[in-house]
């Protein structure tokens, strides 16, 4: 893709030191200007560690060896020293972490915290890096900014303090944000208040973002496009409408099933896909990572299937080996059978 | 539901104290749970939802005796335990078990999966044998859904969801009577989250397990709860059972929160009616008078603020604190 924000290529993670493995392999997506790319996927699929990457934060972990090219600003951020790196990223890209707690410092005020980084990103005096801290509290609604201010994180809900780190990611303008699950302990009116200020960021400022969820009712509000992982690689990418409507691999389409969603009806149990995903540390089945659960397997599957276009759309790419017939009727029954 | 109730909780209450202003010491309190009554009954799961920061992790820190409440009264099993002391709680962790919002916070990170797990093992049954328990941690992990070679990692080497999933066999391997989950499921992907949900309904059934369920998920909340709670500013604001409530709520504010459910749907927008909240999110520091809901209440008459409605009873014995409930006929947005 031309004029991507940020483009990514055969980025792969290794883990050494007694638990060889490969954690992220051979993922590659790029991210337009003013576009949202969600990434969803089983829990210990690789997500987070994509995510850490990227920001370059699993370089610091001796255990971890990268390969794979990172374009962002005209330079390959996997080229770049330590200092470097710090620059670029202080210069466009801003990460939310999943864990609030662990990235808060539980010693500092929070709107300290935040200060910080305003303080980083140009010259300010103390009184106006007060008052813009306080209209980022009040941006991402946190009710009385001007007392809560001096609060320290244990004094904040899970929530508010959810909120208090997305604030300080956007405290720099980030041309790109990362953002690793930031609404999970947000209730849905509060979800709505941080999407809709995400989404007019990327109207008025163009600002791209990879938002990593397990909520596909979020991942259907606000996603340009959707990239699907399975035990470190991916599976499925495509444009949102085309993978919630046609789903093209089996492990997507359990996913979809698998939605308790307020519409349905109230059900005894819960469709989920059978069996567990594999350990990484302990080594990938050969071939298609999804075989031991899938019911639809062939033969053939023993093989790694490439991650290519089934059908016309050649912007929906999927890691399968199922004819498109297959893909397009069964998997998109499955779908609606759960949702009847 | 007949007989004493697992759980009683009556006109509870827990403000903290917080040191406002940047000037002066000024200092305010922060409203967290606001005269609270409600019943749990042997073998059913409540379920709670409500505006981040209402106060429902305060609750259920309450309920499991983390923190003392201020006044009220809380019952387990018909006993009073408002102000039970520390040092005699632990029997009471036996029985009510927490399972924490946020699991990145609440495990030891120098301890192994194993470590963890069997310390909670210990306090079910300490005369267990060694091999006993390492066979009773791999069953433990299994039920989550974790590989037994789980056992010998810490908290860092596993993922949020992972981390979630040892949270929760925590708190099973206990074996309480209660169990208070505070968002238990929200770092798990939704079919591990199926899964999830599946084995606490098994439990319920094998057990007669209690559970107290704190979600902002209503689509999970609708599928767990016999009955539904709604709070607001530290206040319980409705009560319902869940298929009443989400086919027609009576709070203005749980006719909001229903409203603005993302549909996993990319073209839900579509068809779909959403009622936004207007004004700012009041603080729990300084709660409005009158109705707490009324400064962004799209129904709030001239009485809504300067009268507080009182939790009462409507026909079919459905609780909620409004002047004007919805009627019972269809709401919008659904
Ligand atoms: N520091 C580490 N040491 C060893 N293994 C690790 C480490 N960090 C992550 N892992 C493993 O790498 C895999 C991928 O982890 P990651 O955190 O990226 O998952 P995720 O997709 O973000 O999952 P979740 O949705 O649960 O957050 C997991 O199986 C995890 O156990
Ligand atoms: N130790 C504390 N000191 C001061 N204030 C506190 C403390 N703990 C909680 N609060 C405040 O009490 C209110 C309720 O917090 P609580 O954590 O119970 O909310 P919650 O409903 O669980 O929110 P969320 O959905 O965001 O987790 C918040 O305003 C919070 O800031
Ligand atoms: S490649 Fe084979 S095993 Fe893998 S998802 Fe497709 S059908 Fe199933
Ligand atoms: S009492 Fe009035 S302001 Fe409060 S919820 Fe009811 S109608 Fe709205
Ligand atoms: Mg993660
Ligand atoms: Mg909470």
Redesign the pocket.
């Known amino acids: 893709m031309s004029g991507a924000l940020i483009d990514i290529r055969n980025l792969t993670v290794r ?1 050494s030191g007694g ?1 060889d ?1 490969v ?2 392999d051979d993922v590659s997506f790029a991210v337009g200007k003013g576009e949202v790319l969600c990434i969803v ?12 990457s990227i920001i370059g934060l699993t370089r610091h ?1 001796p ?2 060896s990268l390969s794979g090219e990172i374009h962002f600003d005209g330079r390959d951020l996997m080229r770049l020293g330590a200092d470097e790196l710090r620059q670029v990223q202080g210069a466009g890209i801003a990460m939310i972490f ?1 864990d609030p707690m662990t990235s808060l410092n539980p010693l500092h005020r929070i709107g300290r915290q935040i200060g910080e980084v305003l303080t980083l990103h140009g010259k300010h005096s103390s009184a106006e890096i007060r008052r813009r801290t306080i209209e980022l509290l009040r941006q991402v609604g946190i009710p009385n900014p001007e007392t809560r201010i001096d609060d320290y994180p244990h004094q904040f809900s899970g929530g508010m303090r959810q909120r208090a780190m997305i604030a300080m990611a956007l405290a720099c303008s980030p041309s790109l944000l990362i953002a ?2 930031p609404t999970t302990a947000l209730d849905v009116t509060t979800q709505k208040q941080i999407l809709t200020l995400i989404k007019k960021l990327k109207v008025d400022y163009g600002m791209g973002l990879i938002l ?1 969820t ?1 909520d596909l009712g979020i991942v259907a509000e606000i996603a340009d496009r959707v990239m699907v ?1 399975y035990a ?1 690689r991916c599976v499925e990418i495509g444009a949102v409408r085309a993978l919630f409507r046609t789903p093209q691999h089996p492990y997507t389409a359990g996913l979809l099933a698998s939605i308790p969603a307020a519409n349905r009806v109230r059900g005894e149990r819960l469709p989920s896909i059978r069996g567990v995903p594999p ?3 302990e080594g990938r089945p050969q071939g298609c990572a999804f075989l031991p659960r899938c019911d639809f397997a062939l033969g053939q599957c023993r093989n790694l299937p490439p991650l290519r276009a089934s059908g016309t759309d050649t912007d929906h790419l999927d890691r399968c080996w199922l004819s498109p017939e297959v893909k397009n009727q069964t998997l998109r029954r499955l779908q609606e059978g759960a949702e009847a | 539901m007949s007989g004493t109730p697992l759980v009683r909780v009556a006109a509870l209450r827990k403000y903290f104290a917080v040191k406002g202003g940047w000037l002066g010491g000024r200092r305010g309190q922060v409203h967290a749970v606001d005269d609270v009554s409600f019943d749990v009954a042997s073998g059913e799961t409540l379920g709670l939802v409500g505006e981040s920061g209402c106060g429902k992790s305060t609750l259920a820190r309450c309920i499991v005796r983390l923190v003392e409440p201020d006044q009220g009264k809380l019952e387990f099993d018909g006993e009073d335990i408002t102000h039970r002391p520390t040092r005699s709680l632990r029997p009471l962790r036996r029985q009510i078990q927490l399972i924490f919002q946020d699991p990145f916070a609440s495990l030891n990170p120098r301890k192994r999966i194993s470590q963890i797990l069997g310390a909670a093992l210990d306090l079910r049954d300490a005369s267990v044998s060694r091999g006993d328990r390492q066979a009773e941690i791999a069953r433990l992990l299994e039920r989550v859904g974790l590989a037994p070679q ?1 056992m010998d ?1 810490r908290p ?9 999933r040892v949270g929760i066999a925590r708190a099973l391997a206990v074996g309480p009577r209660l169990i208070v989950a505070d968002e238990p499921v929200s ?3 939704v079919s591990v989250q199926a899964d999830i949900l599946n084995l606490l309904k098994d439990l319920q059934a094998e057990l007669g397990l209690t559970v107290i369920f704190i979600s902002h998920d209503l689509g999970v909340i609708r599928h767990v709860s016999d009955r539904v709670g709604v709070m607001y500013l530290g206040r319980l604001v409705e009560l319902a059972p869940a298929d009443q409530f989400y086919a027609a709520p009576l709070h203005p504010y749980s006719e909001a929160l229903l409203s603005a459910i993302p549909m996993p749907d990319p073209d839900a927008h579509l068809t779909r009616k959403e009622i936004v909240l207007e004004g700012d999110i009041p603080s729990p520091l300084a709660p409005p008078k009158g109705c707490r809901f009324h400064t962004r209440c799209p129904y709030a008459q001239a009485l809504c603020a300067g009268s507080e409605p009182k939790l009462s009873t409507q026909a079919g014995g459905r609780l909620v604190a409004c002047h004007f409930p919805l009627a019972k006929q269809e709401s919008t947005g659904r």
Do not use: N, P, Y
């Open positions: 883990l638990r493995a954690l992220v996927g089983e829990s210990g699929c690789g997500k987070t560690v994509t995510a850490r972990d255990r971890f999943q690793d699950e990593i397990h992982m470190g350990i990484l540390s | 789980f990692r860092r080497e596993l993922s949020g969801g992972q981390r979630q770092a798990l992907d």
